[in-house]
């Protein structure tokens, strides 16, 4: 199926971290994207998971996208992949919608390592992000390249709920304005 569907896809959250973000292009836009993103989850019912590299170092999530309820997969690794706990907090059928940071290091080894598990995969451009724009382009025609859909913010929400009939489509329309 060519668009998201809600009742097969988690959101992944990988390393919006606080002592990274300063450093981030754009970093704001990032995070208010992926926050939509969250609490449109919340209202439709998606999981979500969350990665955190290094948090010794990087420090946790940062304030803004709240982990409380979701699984929060610490890592060592720049690809989640091998992270303890990662996989099995994926559901097997589930098309994979991921945000985060950096989008040339860590998002995009933990998506090609996705794709050569077979799984669906959706970048959210407006919700990841680099410390240069050269970079987070880059790493985006990259995943494309392999097979991961590029896609909004918008996007992602309004094909999770599909119609204007849907019960939550209010509260997901206000979420983008």
Same mark, same amino acid.
């Given at each position: ?44 019912? *998606? ?102 859909? *590029? ?27």
């Amino acid at each position: 199926m060519p668009t998201i569907d809600s009742k097969r896809s988690t959101l992944v959250v990988v390393d919006f971290q606080d002592r990274l973000m300063p450093a981030i292009a754009e970093a704001e836009t990032a995070i208010a994207n992926a926050r939509r993103l969250l609490d449109g989850a919340a209202l439709i019912g *998606i999981p979500v998971v969350f990665t955190e590299q290094n948090p010794k170092g990087l420090g946790r999530t940062v304030a803004g996208l709240p982990t409380a309820g979701h699984p929060v997969i610490t890592k060592q690794t720049f690809d989640s992949l091998p992270a303890a706990g990662f996989l099995p907090a994926l559901a097997p059928a589930h098309a994979l919608v991921v945000v985060g940071c950096e989008a040339h290091v860590c998002v995009c080894q933990t998506v090609l390592g996705l794709l050569a598990r077979k799984r669906q995969v959706y970048v959210v451009r407006d919700a990841v992000g680099s410390r240069a724009a050269e970079s987070k382009e880059t790493a985006l025609r990259r995943m494309e390249r392999h097979g991961a859909e *590029i896609v909004t913010t918008e996007m992602v929400l309004f094909e999770w709920v599909e119609s204007a009939e849907h019960p939550k489509f209010r509260d997901v329309a206000r979420l983008v304005k």
